[in-house]
């Protein structure tokens, strides 16, 4: 209506005023352009038909965009209704089922509802569809889609940013422009923290089409992924709870609530204050409890070097060991017996054996002689006796550490599923089958404790050898996400109790689901599948 007010070669500034003051229209432009204004506006029929409908309408009209002609009569409705609450929601779903049918069309639609809603933005981001934005962006045209997405994520509204994300995931190799670009690695910087995956598929999208331009907002998207990262091990509702305070570093937050100290304990499991994207934290966390967390890393990083030292000792004595050539066998050479023949020592012989045995009988010594005993040094088979080296013992692994912790943190959580782990423990794989993979009616797979159960049974793996195969593989067919390759990386570590079965799921799930995840996925499972642990 405004437009077509706007395109007549009668319009001026004052024309302009009618439109935004209707009711006093008429007389303002009397009074402004006198006699010769109502001539014109008697031959005008467009703006009779413009003050007709502004009197119909209590909404101020606007100076609006042109729209294509077959859009109109949804624009007039959609006006008509602006400030009626009860009909807009309806006249608004038409007007876009029909402006966002062709891709040409949905430009002038986009700058028509930015300016039709002007004061009204947080009301137009809350009626406004997905689709109808990728239609927009897949047209060249991103007005529409950047004020929704602001007011969205200035809400916090995850959920639909989240769908959002998921479209241009799925249609991103259609869209290479720089605008497109730009949006991905805000919404990854938006997600980073409460939904990890979708922001690191994002990342991974748009750093594809990122361009010399993008390189600050690119060093920022992976600045929070890397925050995201630390704190994808945690609970939802802590990465919550983080999203909200690394976003509002000056606020001087309280640490004293239970969900705050839980928070605080789930991120010392996680967090290198060396990474990158510790500064983030650091703006945060209370002061004394940032010194603690670098004070455990100096013991972290002392105790992996007394291990390093421990295993080189080791070898260095093993090596000893084999280098140690046995001294040949020792041989005792008897003094020969020299027998001195001929008559003249006969008597000689005679007296002096007459002394002997006189000199035995009257003497306290016991002169008999014992058989040769052997020598000091016994030697077995030739070869001399080397000590064996001692295995030095190593102090507990920290990912070991955790696990325990992990562990008993659950247990406290679903104190209910201990009966069956405890029954999974002492059972076998056919008892359990039917459980286990979420077929039971006391445990089925979309009640949110079946995955508990896994988690548990990941932490506390039990004895039987099938079970314990079967478990990484029920917890990657149920998700495909960077948890589980989270919670991978934390069991495999020398020691560890099932780090061959979740390295063997790690494989399989890899070749099997290679859609399912992204390249930096299957990048993070070709490493724990190669990773180098020995069996306890």
């Given amino acids: 209506m405004a437009a077509q007010a706007s395109d007549s070669p009668t319009a001026s500034a004052t024309s302009q005023e009618l439109a935004l003051f209707p009711e006093d229209a008429e007389q303002t432009l009397a009074m402004d352009a006198g006699p010769v204004a109502f001539a014109n506006e008697a031959k005008s029929p467009e703006m009779l038909q413009t003050s007709e409908i502004s009197k119909e309408s209590e909404v101020p009209v606007r100076a609006l965009p042109p729209l294509p002609q077959e859009l109109k009569n949804v624009a007039k409705t959609l006006e008509k209704v602006l400030h009626d609450p009860g009909q807009l929601q309806g006249a608004f779903a038409s ?22 809603f002007e004061h009204q ?57 720089t605008e497109v670009v730009d949006l991905m690695l805000a919404l990854t910087t938006s997600l980073s923290i409460s939904r990890y995956s979708r922001a690191e598929q994002l990342l991974s999208a748009a750093s594809a089409h990122a361009g010399e331009d993008e390189e600050d907002a690119l060093r920022e998207a992976h600045l929070w992924l890397g925050a995201g990262g630390i704190v994808r091990g945690c609970t939802q509702e802590a990465r919550d709870l983080w999203d909200v305070r690394l976003r509002r570093p000056r606020v001087a937050w309280t640490w004293t609530s239970a969900e705050e100290c839980s928070a605080l304990a789930q991120l010392a499991h996680s967090l290198d204050p060396h990474s990158e994207a510790a500064v983030l934290f650091q703006a945060v966390v209370p002061s004394c409890w940032w010194d603690l ?36 066998p020792k041989t005792l050479v008897r003094q020969p017996i020299i027998v001195w023949r001929g008559v003249p020592f006969f008597i000689g012989g005679l007296v002096g054996a007459w002394a002997l045995v006189l000199g035995i009988w009257a003497g306290p010594y016991d002169l008999v002689r014992t058989a040769t005993e052997p020598p000091a040094l016994a030697e077995k088979n030739g070869v001399s006796e080397v ?27 679903v104190p209910e599923l201990r009966h069956w782990v405890e029954k999974i423990e002492l059972g076998e794989w ?63 570590y020398p020691g560890s109790l099932n780090a061959q079965e979740i390295q063997e799921a790690a494989l399989r799930t890899q070749h099997e689901s290679k859609e399912a995840w992204s390249p930096t996925q299957r990048a993070q499972l070709s490493r724990l599948v190669e990773a180098k642990v020995t069996a306890p």
Wanted: glycine share 2%; charged share 25%; hydrophobic share 45%.
């Fill in 293 to 328: 967390l670098i004070g455990r890393a100096r013991d972290v990083t002392a105790y992996e070097a007394a291990l390093t030292a421990a295993k080189a000792a080791a070898q260095e004595r093993a090596r000893q060991v084999d280098e140690i050539v046995p001294e040949p």
């Fill in 95 to 116: 007007f876009c089922a029909a402006a966002y049918v062709k891709p040409e069309w949905a430009g002038a639609a986009s700058e028509y509802l930015t300016t039709l």
């Fill in 430 to 492: 056919k008892e359990f089958e039917t459980l286990l993979k979420g077929d039971s009616a006391e445990l089925p797979k979309d009640d949110p404790k079946y995955q508990k159960l896994l988690l548990w049974l990941h932490l506390d793996p039990p004895s039987n050898a099938q079970t314990r195969r079967q478990v990484p593989l029920l917890l990657a067919s149920l998700r495909q996400d960077s948890t589980v390759i989270e919670l991978w990386e934390k069991l495999v």
């Fill in 387 to 413: 000590p064996q080296a001692q295995s030095p013992v190593l102090p507990e692994h920290p990912h070991a550490a955790w696990r325990k912790a992990q562990t008993e943190s659950l247990a406290a959580e």
């Fill in 121 to 177: 933005e947080d009301t137009l981001a809350e009626m406004t569809r997905v689709p109808d934005l990728i239609i927009e962006l897949g047209s060249g045209h991103y007005t529409l889609t950047f004020m929704v997405a602001s007011r969205w994520a200035a809400k916090a509204d995850l959920a639909r940013l989240t769908r959002l994300a998921e479209a241009l995931i799925a249609t991103q190799s259609k869209m290479n422009s």
